[in-house]
């Protein structure tokens, strides 16, 4: 495994880990300036949407896990096809469940580290197992 690569990965895990903790500015850390991401129902959004939608989750618990399937490296770009299970539980209110899978762009910035530059996520609502 190549160090990009395994900086890729760390990003992933990383950004798993924060979201589990609510740890926002982590999340964003882990972004491009100009990221966009992509979901069913909606126009394109960017890092500021992101983020104000992600605070007003509040107290809402994640938990999930999330297999890449796919990792490619083309110079200073790189894309992941993943396959993510999580559940989304409100302080007051019944668990939200999604999966799905997400195609994912990964640019490597002039600092040498790598961020998320555009996000493809076809998570879907999902029966309780």
Do not use: C
Request: proline share 3%.
């Amino acid at each position: 495994m190549t160090d990009d690569e395994k900086a890729i990965r760390q990003v992933v895990e990383t950004w798993m880990a924060a979201s589990k903790a609510g740890d926002i500015a982590t999340v964003l850390s882990l972004m491009t300036d100009d990221v966009v991401f992509m979901v069913p129902g909606q126009e394109p959004f960017g890092k500021e949407a992101f983020a104000t939608a992600s605070e007003s989750m509040g107290d809402t618990r994640i938990e999930g896990t999330n297999e890449i399937i796919e990792l490619q490296i083309i110079g200073n770009w790189a894309f992941t096809r993943n396959r993510i299970e999580m559940t989304a539980t409100p302080s007051a209110g019944a668990p939200i469940r999604r999966s799905g899978y997400t195609l994912t762009l990964l640019h490597k910035e002039s600092d040498g580290k790598w961020r998320l530059a555009r996000d493809a996520n076809l998570l879907t609502l999902s029966q309780k197992s």
